[in-house]
């Protein structure tokens, strides 16, 4: 029973890491606004009405002032977030098998993952939505008697 219990929970946080990183690299979850410049002929620009729009996170890190590299160093840690319960999974599948280094495997996995909750972006929900359930992971495979 508590391999079935680490098992579905190791596959939620799967499904939860990759269903959030697919949202916050390619859903509207930023805002950008610029303005425009009336009368550029004048002595002093005037600004003009700001116009704002919903962008994605490769629109927003991208055009940056650092351009790509400041889009790859955030997608490492997005990355880094998002197989942290697939190494959690492969744990759980070793552990049933009786090696003791699934649990490593699943500590490891937990521990990745709880590093997002220093995140000032999005990366903190990383740690809300698979925590609990790679915590759950861990617990359930410690009771885990191996035949």
Request: with cysteine.
């Amino acid at each position: 029973m508590a391999h079935r219990i680490a098992r579905l929970a190791s596959l939620m946080a799967c499904a939860a890491a990759v269903v959030y990183a697919v949202a916050f690299l390619f859903g509207p979850t930023y805002t950008t606004c610029s303005s425009g410049t009336i009368g550029p002929d004048q002595p002093f620009a005037t600004f003009g009405p700001g116009s704002c729009r919903s962008a994605n996170f490769f629109e927003v890190n991208a055009s940056g002032p650092e351009g790509p590299g400041q889009a790859a160093r955030a997608l490492f840690f997005i990355t880094l977030w998002t197989i942290a319960p697939f190494i959690a999974l492969l744990g759980v599948a070793l552990r049933a098998r009786g090696h003791v280094f699934g649990v490593g495997l699943i500590l490891a996995g937990f521990t990745i993952d709880a590093t997002s909750i220093i995140s000032m972006g999005g990366g903190f929900v990383f740690a809300l939505l698979c925590g609990p359930l790679l915590l759950v992971t861990l617990i359930a495979t410690l009771g885990v008697r191996v035949r």
